[in-house]
Each structure stands twice: as structure tokens, then as C-alpha cells.
């Protein structure tokens, strides 16, 4: 299962209120590296190729979304989204051009959906020579979860403008894939349109475990977790960063391909008691069922 124009995901931005806090926590205790810095914006960077996972740039007393980067397959992808984007109703925001500012260069089109959320595409973007995996740090971004009021027009938007495919659904929630992982992004089916979390993908279990751990003695516990889910297969540990950010460590997430049989939510029901394949941990609580709605892309990003 793939895009014929998407690669991958590469990056997501943040307003923050506070930079050296954000670099303090998201070095010290999330195992970030700095991979650039200026005034007003850090990059951060994991073990993998990408120049950096995550952009948090200096904003204001409340965080906001700035964007999500994905990885297009070719320079004439970008032309081809660029078109695809208008006639699926979102908004050209950047047509392609030189990404002078960005440390990893590249061009970049820059767009808007139809409910306001902001997507940057590049290519030929610079890519690090990738570090042996280092236990406990994370390697790269695997997926971002957005809220959505109206699940099936993103869904559509997604697979017009983008090339995505429905993975699977589930009841909360339309997994949709571009390459071998199960699902980059998916929809959190929602009466609201934020930042559900960010996924980061940990070498095995073992760092997914031992980075539970590291964040509880810090003062941040697993807000759900330790368990494995259904679509996907992979391992998690759910977190809120210090501005209330949801961010979760995984591992282990299924590769999948064309022969790969999408389910619907009637296939991914759970016996009671259950929110996972192991049904260790207790369904996610309040404190975290709030984080995942108060994260909302910036108006003027």
C-alpha cells in the first residue's frame, strides 16, 4: 500500500510558549538530539536519515500546531499535488519553491485542507547519514493522529489530494497509509479538530519500556500504556509534554503492502474490558482524553 506521490512523514512544527524548556525536556528526558538552532526555532533529530523529527518554534502563552511535513516521492509529485490539492478544495498556501531557511533545504509546497490543517511536502530535502540505533532514543517519526469533526471528508481529502489509503477503521479512529507502515497519519474521529499525538518509533521494546520508565522518574508518567493495539500491531507508552502535547513512544509497527486487507470497525472490536491486544493497562483516562483536544493548528501559520 502506497502513495504514488507521498513517501513519507517527515517532520511536525510546534508554537511553544517556552524554548529552553522545550529544549531541556525534549533533550534530557524525551532523548532528542539538537540538530539546529536560531533565535526563534530548535530542530530536533533521532538516530534515523532525517535532519530533524520535530521543529518547536517560539510562539505564544498557548501551543498550536505550525505544520505537518511529509516526504514527496519526486520534484514532479509536488506539481502533481499542488493540482490535486485545489481541485480536493484545500488552499495553496506556498506553491513550490527553495526552502532557503529550512537547515534540511529542499522544496517545499505548502497547503491548507479544507478544515484548516496546514501540510508541508518537500523534496530533495538534506538526509544524515543514519546512527546505529541507540537504545532508549528515538529513530524517527512513524505517524501523527489529527482530530476530526467530519472523519469521512478528511478521509477524502487524504486520498484525493495526497494519494493516502484507508488502512483500516476502527471506532475512533481511519488509519490511513502511503508506505510500508501500517498508517502515517490517522483521523481521530472527534467533534474537534486537533492534535490527537505524535508518534515516535523506538528501536524494540526495550527502549519503549526502559523510556516509560525514564519519563516517570522525570515527574511524567504513561498517561496509557504499556499495551499493543490492533491495526498497526505496534507497542505504545502514551505521554503529555510539559506544554500538553500528547506524544507517544512506539515500536514495532507493521509493515504492510498491497496484499494488505483493510477491517472495518466491526473486525477491531475488543472483549470487555479491553482497549488493546494485551489488556494490561486501564482504557485511557481523563487527563489524557483532554490533552488530545487542545492542540489546535495555528490560524496564521
Not at 536560531?38 to 536519515?49: A, N, Q, V
Not at 505537518?68 to 481541485?87: C, K, M
Not at 515527574?219 to 490492533?230: D, K, L, T, V
Request: charged share 25%; aromatic share 8%.
Amino acid at each position: 500500500m502506497s502513495s504514488p506521490w507521498i513517501e513519507s512523514l517527515r517532520s511536525v512544527a510546534l508554537f511553544v510558549p517556552d524554548l529552553a524548556k522545550a529544549e531541556d525536556f525534549y533533550t534530557r528526558t524525551w532523548n532528542l538530539e539538537v540538530a539546529h538552532r536560531d533565535d526563534d526555532t530548535l530542530y530536533l533529530r533521532g538516530t534515523g536519515s532525517n535532519t530533524y523529527l520535530l521543529a518547536l518554534h517560539r510562539g505564544g502563552d498557548v501551543p498550536q500546531l505550525r505544520q505537518v511535513t511529509l516526504r514527496a516521492r519526486s520534484r514532479a509529485a509536488l506539481d502533481a499535488i499542488q493540482e490535486r490539492v485545489t481541485a480536493a478544495g484545500g488552499t495553496i498556501l506556498a506553491a513550490p519553491h527553495e526552502l532557503s531557511r529550512d537547515p534540511a533545504g529542499g522544496i517545499g509546497l505548502k497547503f491548507k485542507d479544507p478544515h484548516g490543517r496546514v501540510f508541508q511536502v518537500v523534496h530533495d530535502d538534506a538526509r544524515r547519514t543514519e546512527d546505529a540505533p541507540v537504545a532508549d532514543r528515538p529513530i524517527r517519526l512513524t505517524h501523527v493522529v489529527l482530530n476530526s469533526h467530519a472523519v469521512d471528508e478528511t478521509k477524502a481529502f487524504l486520498e484525493q489530494a495526497l494519494g493516502f489509503r484507508l488502512a483500516d477503521r476502527t471506532g475512533i479512529m481511519a488509519f490511513m497509509n502511503c508506505d510500508s507502515d501500517h498508517h502515517t497519519i490517522a483521523i481521530g474521529i472527534s467533534d474537534n479538530d486537533a492534535l490527537n499525538h505524535i508518534a515516535f518509533l523506538m528501536p524494540d521494546f526495550e527502549s519503549v519500556m526502559r523510556g516509560g520508565g525514564r519519563m516517570k522518574d522525570a515527574g511524567f508518567p504513561i498517561q496509557w500504556g504499556p499495551g499493543r493495539h490492533g491495526p498497526g500491531n505496534n507497542l505504545f507508552n502514551y505521554f503529555i509534554d510539559p506544554f500538553g502535547v500528547v506524544i507517544e513512544y512506539t515500536a514495532e509497527v507493521e509493515q504492510v503492502d498491497d496484499s494488505y486487507e483493510s477491517h472495518g470497525p466491526e473486525h477491531w472490536k475488543w472483549p470487555p474490558g479491553r482497549v488493546d491486544q494485551w489488556g494490561i493497562s486501564p482504557p485511557p483516562g481523563a487527563t489524557l482524553k483532554e490533552a488530545q483536544k487542545r492542540i489546535f493548528f495555528a490560524p496564521n501559520s
